[in-house]
């Protein structure tokens, strides 16, 4: 039985539809991803999971029980984490465990018995935190009711990279554990290290869903050749290569070459006597896939 | 010790609770801030109405006495006493439910973490609204102290001042933490502070009897709540005023307060759980 189950989701503000009619299944200890650009409908959907914002449309079952009827209930047991932080930053980082613990009404001693890993910094002020730091102790936060499923808003958005990977190694530590964790995200490098399985959103549909390797294996070739030819226009230069790549796709700065063998491709282009000013190959990414179903990029 | 598992994620479902409602988790948020900077909020507490009362008692108290032989058959301080309570009431309540409510919902954000939790919108209205009710009681019962050693209490219905203080604060919270939840900064609130409260403290007959106001201007003192909230106090103080009129000023306040409590609910509801 999944923890979390929508099906034909829809949720509106006034005009205007933020989700448009979703189904997906969470599962006991998958770490389920929501990717999509801003306003995709993701944190829509992240407050309807986690009960704060009820569904205009369509069934939803959380942990097994009705959002609308259940609503404290589920929350005892869910944690989250919103995208943006919410900390008490005149308090220090164990008054601010505290503070939220008594939300869930757990004894003083009950959260200090929790709180394992704060060791030398639970005395200091959370506005002393670094972002990444603040971030993790938010995390750390939303675990001090031991939660059945873990939701992430944006976890990484706004930090710098290595905040970022200090989040990532805590949430890959959660993930081993045996923690569920529902993460939003629109990097999708975050989203195919993090996600066992994620679903693809856009202006408030699910475009697409799988496993990350699987999407990239359905809807991308194995390599992508990426060349920079200046700032004249990638126009005519695309015309010339077509026929080198299983797909091209123009960008405004550069050209994307869909291919199996990157290298070979790349030798086949200085062949037609082109000179590009920079040529890259790599692997596919959840980037390519979203490129290939919506025709727009992630992050704009 | 047995422990139940849940059948969906197999895991031990039992938590060590307390046992609290869930907006008594609220309040006690509110209490335990408060209880990290209480002594300076005591300190002006106490200080406030001394120093007022001093003032008005010992300096303008005089000039009245000399001039006029008290106002109502008491002497200017024990006139003006009880109206210092419904104003730092009002002044409470006001305080409380403008800036610190558009930071939980804007700045800090403690709002909206509180209903990620089994806390709802609702608890975090009675949370608040309770809140304030208790800040008013404290000050309350130590302004009652403080007249009650300056000799201005009449009546053994004195001790009921600290609760006439609080319902005046609760007729000033609930409509204006209602409002405060419908904004989206605090633009309004220096207008709102200077246009309505500050008149309402010098026109409310808080320190003169509203009969030496112009008719119309009698009238209009008449439908703001910090006048009955003045009337009230300075009733139980002196054991003056009819039941009758006691009542109407009771239940003015009550209504402000419940019709604000609905309000504050609503628009708490509109804001945290769309």
């Known amino acids: 039985m999944p923890l979390v189950a929508a099906r034909g989701l829809v ?54 029980m009705d959002p609308q009827r259940e609503g404290p209930r589920i929350r005892a047991r869910l944690g989250l984490v919103p995208q943006e932080d919410s900390l008490e930053l005149e308090l220090t980082a164990m008054d601010n465990l505290i503070m939220y613990g008594r939300y869930f009404d757990l004894p003083r001693a009950e959260i200090r018995r929790r709180v394992t890993q ?24 939303s675990l001090i009711s031991e939660p059945d499923l873990l939701i992430l808003d944006e976890p990484t958005t706004g930090l710098d990279p290595q905040a970022r990977h200090l ?134 | 010790m047995t422990t139940t598992r849940d059948p969906i994620t197999a895991r031990g479902a039992a938590q060590p609770t307390v046992g609290w409602p869930p907006w008594r988790r609220a309040l006690w948020y509110h209490a335990a801030f408060w209880a990290r900077t209480w002594r300076g909020q005591v300190l002006s507490s ?30 200017y301080l024990d006139f003006v006493a009880p109206a210092l309570l419904a104003m730092n009431a009002m002044q409470i309540a006001s305080n409380e439910t403008m800036w610190p409510i558009l930071a939980s919902f804007k700045w800090t954000r403690s709002y909206w973490t509180a209903v990620s939790t089994p806390v709802s919108a609702k608890d975090l209205v009675i949370a608040k609204l309770s809140w304030v009710g208790i800040h008013v009681a404290m000050v309350g019962v130590s302004f009652t102290l403080v007249v009650a050693m300056f000799g201005a209490l009449h009546s053994p219905w004195a001790v009921l001042l600290p609760l006439a203080g609080v319902l005046t604060g609760l007729a000033y919270a609930a409509p204006i933490a209602a409002y405060t939840a419908t904004q989206e900064n605090p633009n309004s609130f ?30 209009v003192v008449q439908i703001v709540p910090l006048y009955h909230g ?17 009542a109407y000023h009771i239940a003015f306040l009550l209504a402000l307060a419940s019709v604000g409590s609905w309000l504050c609910v609503r628009s708490f509801r509109r804001k945290l759980e769309a």
């Open chain 1, 11 to 64: 949720k509106r503000f006034g005009e205007f539809t933020a989700v448009d009619g979703i189904d997906f299944e969470i599962y006991g200890g998958e770490s389920f991803g929501f990717l999509g650009p801003n306003g995709a409908g993701k944190t829509s959907t992240m407050k309807m999971v986690s009960c704060i914002s009820p569904a205009t449309e369509g069934e939803l079952t959380v942990l097994g």
């Open chain 1, 118 to 141: 704060l060791a030398e910094r639970a005395n200091d002020k959370a506005d002393n935190f670094s972002g990444g730091m603040k971030r993790r102790l938010t995390i750390a936060r």
């Open chain 1, 167 to 300: 989040v990532w190694e805590r949430l890959y530590r959660l993930k081993s554990e045996g923690v569920t964790l529902v993460i939003t995200t629109h990097y999708m490098d975050e989203a195919e290290q993090l996600c066992d399985r994620l679903v693809v959103m856009d202006r408030g549909k699910i475009v697409a869903h799988g496993a990350p390797r699987d999407l990239i294996e359905r809807h991308s070739t194995r390599e992508v050749l990426e060349l920079r030819f200046g700032l004249n226009g990638h126009g005519p230069h695309a015309v010339v290569v077509e026929d080198l790549a299983e797909r091209v796709e123009e960008l405004p700065d550069r050209l994307l070459l869909y291919v199996k063998d990157g290298d070979e491709a790349l030798a086949a282009v200085h062949a037609r006597g082109l000179t590009p000013e920079s040529a890259l190959v790599r692997r596919s990414t959840l980037e390519d896939v979203f490129l290939r179903l919506t025709g727009r990029t992630l992050v704009d």
């Open chain 2, 46 to 75: 106490f200080l406030f109405p001394i120093l007022f009362l001093a003032s008005m008692g010992l300096g303008v108290g005089q000039l009245v006495n000399n001039h006029a032989g008290g106002v109502d058959g008491v002497p």
């Open chain 2, 190 to 219: 220096p207008v709102f502070y200077r246009f309505m409260i500050i008149p309402m403290f010098l026109f409310s007959g808080g320190f003169y009897p509203i009969s030496q106001l112009p008719g119309w201007l009698q009238s």
């Open chain 2, 230 to 246: 003045v009337a009230l106090c300075r009733t139980l103080a002196l054991g003056q005023g009819t039941p009758a009129a006691t």
